[in-house]
């Protein structure tokens, strides 16, 4: 639940500068579903 609730706040101020743990998290998954296919 506290991921969905920050999820939407991140979404919600995703003006701001993203943070380097947030660019990490992204391209994890972006690397696992690339190796999926």
């Not at 701001?16 to 190796?35: A, G, H, N, R």
Request: net charge positive; no cysteine.
């Amino acid at each position: 639940m506290r991921l969905f609730k920050t999820d939407r706040n991140r979404i919600k101020v995703g003006i701001e500068p993203t943070p380097l743990i947030d660019v990490m998290f992204l391209l994890t998954i972006f690397f696992m579903l690339t190796s999926t296919i």
